[in-house]
């Protein structure tokens, strides 16, 4: 067995993705085919005994679509600005259409020169040239569903095509004959059928294009992460090289404030490195001679000297772009509600107009009655309503969604959170803030609080450090002025010293106490906070500890309340972590999360997600970090908050934009009302359909009950206006949660 990644040209919509997918996986020697529309590629295992590269690139063009070769890169289109523009066109020349064509039965005033009793010729050909427009527009549509036709595999796409070009082609031979002088048959055309279903089909794909290329730019901004350019020592001497000129075995140097260019090992020097995007870990990591340090990671306070041992596609990073590429080729085994109906609906409605034609001229009925029926049934099936039943409460839920900090990227998503049975959490930045803060003080002096956190934050002001952040952020969140230091001194590893009005303070952990000789008598206070997953930072004023402060990821404040409702949704919550399995702890008995899962890396959070899955659960992911990207793209539903890098945010397929976890709850809720409104749509559009299709056959004209194509054609729209009420109150629903 192998595997290939092609790039495929000429996919527009759902249907050529899809279409292109059923087609590969009929063909003998291919395994496994899984196209996906986003980045325009398929993934393709195939038995290589029976096939090569140019045989299924064959099959691809035989498919109607082109491959490009072997996918390498990832190209971004900007078209959505174009495809506004086009359909904010085709919106205004919907409502003309209609008011031209439909306006004088409803008592509209009429334009005189497109009067169709006075000014026939007039009327018609404005029509056509309309129509002619939507038959371009929806040009697409009507060649997808050839397509799928001819390789049985019949969608929406085919009844939307053959019911356009149907009524159409009828529309033409009526235009003809109006031509040759019969004048009353000029309300027998029907071309704004064609046209409004052309409409509201590129009104669903418009929606479903505005983010299309969402995960594309986020695997192209992982690659940002690294600098573009390092310092590499060449005999003694510094020189400036791009990452492409860095060869295995190169020492390079990386400066406080700088990233690590390529991954490697130190050789010489130390310093703090933040990790975090790679390993979750809000903590800065010390690193020394002898150390692995990863690329794009961010040197906090040292000089370091490393040897290049992985780079280019071997790198740290690479792997994760390499995952979350393969992520995005993995599908779910979910299908629409509507899809799968119209699996045996679209055969079926094509089968029943053709025989309904051939019957009436068996049975001695006119072809002009045969042709009319054929229309009639199709016109009156056409799936207008079946398409907007889902979108339609999609976009209303997304609306609302939106409004409340819930930022909805695929459209599946709405229809599947009421599924889950398992969410995963990141804990970094997503149970937690994930930035440091002050989490307790231990006073041992008569100095108030504020004081000491001024002094110390003064003096952490002079550092890098991200637990010296934590101070800093409090001076300015608070509004609390800066002192003047001086004699300010950094101890790598230890801590900081200096003088503020002449006091001499020492600030750092256990160890710094030990350097200077002084004695410290709070050891157990020290082991109680550390108990509680804190950092210790000791303040010492002229050789005597006046203050021990506890710094800590500090977690979310709806953390444990999101968490036990979820427990009685009967949804499991599993906490993943970089973190050290202590320290996991110690936040999981907080929370009340009986199951965690410590120490682990990116591979290895989708390996849980892979799992989880395996024994059939549904699996949402929340995380924040880069480190979650592929987890987050591999899960049924990957959450991302606010807070996070953009990488895992469109790396995501929903953004908690308050950073709010309550909305998981939400979103949750949301789903269930929705899925509920979708089934009472599907149940309206085929009511609709089941109740007219026997009516356009003819089969009550004995009770005096029949209907032409307009008739047909106003019962499609009157479908379509049942499932649009039905939708405006799912809002209203939603927004009394």
């Known amino acids: 067995m192998k595997k290939i990644i092609l790039s495929i040209d000429g996919m527009t ?315 995005t080729n993995t599908k779910a085994p979910i299908a629409k509600v509507a899809d799968k109906v119209s699996g045996f609906f679209v055969p079926t409605v094509i089968i029943i107009a053709i025989l309904t034609f051939i019957i009436y001229l068996i049975i001695g009925q006119s072809f002009e009655t045969a042709i009319t029926t054929f229309v009639t049934i199709l016109v009156v099936a056409c799936p207008c309503s079946l398409g907007l039943a889902t979108p339609l409460a999609i976009i209303v839920s997304e609306g609302v969604c939106a409004s409340n900090g819930i930022l909805i990227k695929k459209s599946e998503i709405l229809e599947n959170a009421q599924k889950t049975d398992v969410i995963i959490f990141d804990k970094t930045g997503t149970l937690t803030y994930g930035k440091l803060k002050i989490s307790e003080i231990r006073n041992f002096s008569t100095m108030k609080e504020e004081k000491i956190l001024q002094i110390v934050g003064s003096l952490e002001s002079k550092t890098t450090h991200p637990i010296g952040k934590a101070f800093v952020d409090y001076l300015e969140e608070n509004k609390i002025e800066k002192l003047e230091v001086k004699e300010f001194e950094n101890i790598t590893g230890y801590g900081i010293i200096g003088k503020i009005n002449n006091q001499k303070l020492i600030i750092g952990n256990s160890k710094i106490l030990d350097n200077y000789n002084i004695e410290n008598k709070y050891i157990k206070e020290e082991k109680d906070l550390a108990s509680k997953g804190n950092s210790i930072v000791y303040v010492v004023q002229n050789d005597k500890i006046i203050s021990l402060i506890g710094v800590n990821d500090v977690i979310r404040i709806e953390a444990k309340k999101v968490l036990r409702n979820l427990l009685d949704m009967r949804i499991q919550p599993i906490m993943v972590t970089g973190d050290n399995e202590d320290t996991a702890r110690v936040i999981a008995k907080e929370l009340g999360i009986t199951q965690i899962i410590a120490g682990v890396l990116p591979k290895e959070k989708s390996s849980v997600v892979k799992q989880l899955q395996k024994e059939n659960k549904f699996v949402m992911m929340c995380g924040d970090g880069i480190n979650d990207s592929p987890a987050l793209a591999i899960s049924d539903i990957g959450v991302s908050v606010n807070s996070g890098t953009d990488i895992a945010m469109n790396s995501s397929n929903v953004i908690l934009t308050n950073n709010n976890l309550f909305n998981i709850i939400s979103l949750i809720n949301i789903s269930k009302k929705t899925i509920k409104n979708i089934k009472q749509n599907l149940f309206w559009a085929f009511f609709y359909n089941f109740l007219m299709i026997p009516i356009a056959m003819g089969l009550l004209k004995p009770f005096g009950i029949f209907i032409n194509p307009m008739i047909a054609s106003l019962a499609m729209v009157l479908s379509s206006i049942t499932v649009i009420l039905n939708t405006l109150r799912l809002k209203n629903k939603i927004k009394r949660k």
């Open 13 to 327: 919509c759902s249907a050529c993705s899809n279409g292109l997918e059923k087609y590969l996986n009929k063909q003998d020697g291919i395994i496994n085919a899984s196209v996906n529309l986003v980045m325009e590629n398929a993934s393709i295992e195939y038995d290589k005994s029976k096939l090569n590269k140019t045989q299924i690139e064959e099959f691809v063009k035989k498919a109607g679509f082109k491959s490009l070769g072997e996918f390498k890169e990832i190209n971004i289109n900007k078209k959505n600005q174009t495809e506004k523009v086009k359909f904010i066109i085709f919106t205004v020349l919907a409502i003309i259409l209609m008011y031209i064509s439909m306006g004088h039965m409803i008592k509209l005033p009429v334009l005189s020169f497109l009067d169709p009793h006075v000014y026939t010729i007039n009327y018609m050909f404005v029509l056509l040239g309309i129509t002619l427009c939507f038959i371009i527009y929806g040009f697409d549509i009507i060649r997808n569903g050839y397509k799928n036709f001819i390789h049985k595999t019949p969608n929406m796409d085919t009844l939307v095509g053959i019911g356009v070009i149907t009524s159409f082609l009828y529309s033409l031979y009526n235009m003809y004959l109006v031509l040759e002088g019969n004048y009353q048959l000029v309300m027998n055309l029907y071309f704004e059928s064609s046209s409004i279903v052309i409409y509201f089909v590129k009104l669903g794909r418009f929606i479903d294009g505005l983010s299309k290329d969402k995960t594309k730019e986020a695997i192209q901004k992982l690659v940002k992460i690294t600098p573009n350019t390092a310092m590499i020592k060449v005999n003694g001497k510094l020189k400036k090289v791009t990452l492409d000129e860095i060869k295995k075995g190169d020492i390079l140097v990386c400066t406080s404030g700088e990233k690590v260019a390529v991954d490697g090992e130190i050789i010489e020097g130390k310093a703090h490195f933040d990790e975090s995007f790679i390993t979750g870990e809000s903590k800065p990591q010390a690193k020394e001679i002898g150390n692995n340090v990863i690329a794009g990671s961010l040197n906090y306070d040292g000089y370091i000297e490393y040897r290049a041992e992985k780079i280019g596609k071997d790198s740290t990073v690479s792997e994760i772009v390499k995952l979350v590429v393969e992520a």
